[in-house]
């Protein structure tokens, strides 16, 4: 796992994940916390995690609700379900619903943490994002627009498309995508958004091809077919 990999973790228990996320950020990563079903869910949508710690006993929604509701808006983000219950038709009622994998509390940081790294190899290993005709495979950083290979893709004007095919027709203000794909950096203006997005539509959407960079006026942009 990478440093800066980020990672949700819903759980009610405020000291356990207090103790989880200082131990996640020990080790370099982006931890947010949520203490409930409802605010796991929003959050799960507006963070984008690379990797969901999702506890079956919420108030609110439980677990499984929240499990279920990404899974029906098409998330495949790799989720790993905690609970207290060891009992096999919970697991195998968690992992038919979409559950990747799943802990019994308590358990050892050293073997979520293994469980994490296995989920994100497999899952990193061949992701290829797909918009119409534009492929990007996430592991090679190679991306074709039909069979045309996009050659000289800077390295931020490649985070950029990632993250908006990672969001395909979301409309996606210039604010979001600045703190995104720009993060903390001091001193970039909003602006710097349009150039790059001026860079991308010259190599992604030459004049043969149908537009899928589109503009909303006033908001931002979107990734999509027209």
Known sequence: MKPGTRILIVEDDRSIARLLQLE??????????????????????EFEPSV?????????MDGVGVLKE?????????IIM???RDTSADKIHSLDVGADDYLTKPFDTEELMARMRA?????EGDEVLRVADLHINTASREVKRGSRKVKDLTTREYELLEFMARNPRRVLSRDLLLSRVWGQEFGVQTNVVDVYVGYLRKKIDTSSDTRLIQTIRGVGYALREP
């Open 119 to 123: 989920l994100l190899r497999r899952v």
């Open 82 to 84: 905690v609970t207290a």
């Open 24 to 45: 996640l950020e020990h080790r370099g990563f982006v931890v947010r916390c949520s203490y409930d079903g409802p605010s796991g869910l929003e959050a799960a949508l």
């Open 70 to 78: 990404l899974r029906r808006q098409g998330r495949g983000v790799p």
């Open 52 to 60: 969901v710690v999702l506890d079956i006993m919420l108030p609110g």
